[in-house]
């Protein structure tokens, strides 16, 4: 079996193929061990013209567009583009896949294009955002992109859905048809209209822009969520998206420079939008960080348990939440929100709704945990952050949160820098005046 054409390939080029697709070229030969030896090259020949990959392909410095040139002479199925990423993504057979990587000089990885799901696990007060608010900072005029299955137009986010993007179903007005994506939404900028203000988040009047990358069921791949950040990044002064909230991620396999969405989220970053990241639901144990939460650069969030109490002697760290170190051994997540029995918004007759039918709180709300939910929680205090110093760059955004974290007397591997406390970016303010 070594001596097929496609492990050989592999073998002779390591460096520009991940490790799954390296599983699937071992894979591809499984069948030939109960085929004759005499037959085996021309049924060879076969499959790797009808066995198809979905791959992303990353191309190395300034040669964006020659590489894509070469895989466009493919005449490959579903190509994508995404130049600000230097990446594409297509569905490509194994012999094209061969021929890409054995011929095209641009070409500086191919990766398998994996699935990414939420990170759900089956609050405002805790973290003192109502501090900020008492000084009038709402998160007005700051813009947060939710990248995740879409929002529902919820009466508590009226009028200030100001953009949205379906990479799933390819439709123009806001839905959400899983119901994670408004129960963020609803985390980060809920307004409390529908529960006379019980219900409301840190940044309850910063607007919205709805970017669906996941499907119904919650899940999506690589290169869907590349091509939410890619559009965020291209329409940034469009909709003057401030932050990116993305409560999903996948296993992480490869090291942080070598994974192409933490690739993306850092030029996100890069091009000043403040990146927020699930850290995951996989804890206690070590070493369960998810991607991109891997990334250096961006506010990895972890979950707090909050015990449905403003108090925040009694608090502590979930135990779904995921711990470090990162696959980089660094230390992740970044800071603790509240993440346990969180209550937001409700998408009517989304999966959510449907499947979890016990979670509805009255009629338009709902309780879910997770990092998921810990991540546009701590969107939505950056987004008050900003309204009171919108000149502030992602690394001093990230200074400041960090700075603002109460110690829970946890390895760092576990709460990061802590517990944040908004109250804390009041002290903040009054030092930088």
């Given at each position: 079996?070594?001596?097929?054409?496609?492990?050989?390939?592999?073998?002779?080029?390591?460096?520009?193929?991940?490790?799954?697709?390296r599983?699937?070229?071992?894979n591809?030969?499984?069948?030939?061990?109960?085929?004759?030896?005499?037959?085996?090259?021309?049924?060879?020949?076969?499959?790797?013209?009808?066995?198809?990959?979905?791959?992303?392909?990353?191309?190395?410095?300034?040669?964006?567009?020659?590489?894509?040139?070469?895989?466009?002479?493919?005449?490959?199925?579903?190509?994508?583009?995404?130049?600000?990423?230097?990446?594409?993504?297509?569905?490509?057979?194994?012999?094209?896949?061969?021929?890409?990587?054995?011929?095209?000089?641009?070409?500086?990885?191919?990766?398998?294009?994996?699935?990414?799901?939420?990170?759900?696990?089956?609050?405002?007060?805790?973290?003192?955002?109502n501090?900020?608010?008492?000084?009038?900072?709402?998160?007005?005029?700051?813009?947060?992109?939710?990248?995740?299955?879409g929002?529902?137009?919820?009466?508590?986010?009226?009028d200030?859905?100001?953009?949205?993007?379906?990479?799933?179903?390819?439709?123009?007005?806001?839905?959400?048809?899983?119901?994670?994506?408004?129960?963020?939404?609803?985390?980060?900028?809920?307004?409390?209209?529908?529960?006379?203000?019980?219900?409301?988040?840190p940044?309850?009047?910063?607007?919205?822009?709805?970017?669906?990358?996941?499907?119904?069921?919650?899940?999506?791949?690589?290169?869907?969520?590349?091509?939410?950040?890619?559009?965020?990044?291209?329409?940034?002064?469009?909709?003057?998206?401030?932050?990116?909230?993305?409560?999903?991620?996948?296993?992480?396999?490869?090291?942080?420079?070598?994974?192409?969405?933490?690739?993306?989220?850092?030029?996100?970053?890069?091009?000043?939008?403040?990146?927020?990241?699930?850290?995951?639901?996989?804890?206690?144990?070590?070493?369960?960080?998810?991607?991109p939460?891997?990334?250096?650069?961006?506010?990895?969030?972890?979950?707090?348990?909050?015990?449905?109490?403003?108090?925040?002697?009694?608090?502590?760290?979930?135990?779904?939440?995921?711990?470090g170190?990162?696959?980089?051994?660094?230390?992740?997540?970044?800071?603790?929100?509240?993440?346990v029995?969180?209550?937001?918004?409700?998408?009517?007759?989304?999966?959510?709704d449907?499947t979890?039918?016990?979670?509805?709180?009255?009629?338009?709300?709902?309780?879910?945990?997770?990092?998921?939910?810990?991540?546009?929680?701590?969107?939505?205090?950056?987004?008050?952050?900003?309204?009171?110093?919108?000149?502030?760059?992602?690394?001093?955004?990230?200074?400041?949160?960090?700075?603002?974290?109460?110690?829970?007397?946890?390895?760092?591997?576990?709460?990061?820098?802590?517990?944040?406390?908004?109250?804390?970016?009041i002290?903040?303010?009054?030092?930088?005046?």
């Amino acid at each position: 079996m070594l001596n097929f054409s496609m492990i050989d390939l592999v073998r002779r080029n390591g460096k520009k193929v991940d490790k799954n697709i390296r599983g699937e070229m071992v894979n591809f030969y499984r069948p030939f061990r109960y085929i004759p030896c005499f037959l085996q090259s021309s049924i060879e020949r076969v499959r790797k013209k009808t066995k198809k990959l979905p791959v992303v392909i990353k191309f190395a410095p300034d040669s964006f567009s020659s590489g894509l040139n070469d895989v466009k002479e493919t005449k490959c199925r579903s190509l994508r583009e995404y130049p600000s990423i230097s990446c594409c993504s297509a569905k490509l057979s194994v012999k094209n896949i061969e021929h890409l990587i054995t011929n095209c000089n641009h070409i500086q990885k191919v990766y398998l294009d994996r699935k990414v799901t939420t990170l759900l696990d089956t609050a405002s007060p805790a973290i003192n955002a109502n501090v900020l608010k008492d000084n009038g900072l709402t998160g007005e005029g700051v813009t947060i992109a939710v990248i995740d299955t879409g929002i529902h137009p919820h009466e508590d986010l009226q009028d200030r859905i100001i953009g949205f993007k379906d990479f799933v179903n390819r439709k123009s007005d806001p839905y959400d048809d899983n119901g994670h994506g408004t129960h963020c939404a609803g985390d980060a900028a809920g307004n409390g209209l529908l529960s006379n203000g019980q219900y409301q988040a840190p940044a309850s009047q910063a607007n919205l822009v709805g970017v669906k990358v996941l499907d119904k069921m919650g899940a999506g791949s690589l290169s869907t969520v590349i091509e939410g950040i890619e559009w965020c990044i291209q329409h940034q002064s469009e909709y003057n998206i401030d932050i990116l909230s993305l409560s999903l991620g996948s296993d992480a396999v490869a090291p942080a420079e070598d994974d192409p969405v933490v690739n993306a989220v850092e030029i996100a970053w890069d091009n000043g939008m403040v990146v927020c990241v699930a850290a995951g639901n996989s804890g206690p144990g070590e070493q369960t960080i998810a991607s991109p939460g891997i990334s250096p650069k961006v506010i990895t969030v972890g979950a707090a348990d909050d015990n449905n109490t403003v108090d925040r002697s009694d608090d502590s760290v979930a135990d779904f939440s995921s711990r470090g170190p990162t696959i980089d051994g660094l230390i992740k997540p970044d800071l603790l929100t509240p993440g346990v029995d969180i209550i937001s918004l409700r998408a009517p007759r989304s999966f959510l709704d449907k499947t979890n039918k016990a979670a509805r709180v009255d009629t338009h709300y709902m309780s879910l945990s997770g990092t998921s939910m810990a991540t546009p929680i701590c969107a939505g205090v950056i987004a008050q952050l900003l309204q009171r110093d919108p000149n502030l760059t992602p690394d001093q955004v990230k200074e400041r949160l960090l700075d603002a974290c109460d110690d829970l007397g946890q390895s760092p591997h576990i709460q990061g820098a802590g517990y944040l406390n908004a109250s804390d970016l009041i002290e903040d303010f009054a030092n930088v005046e």
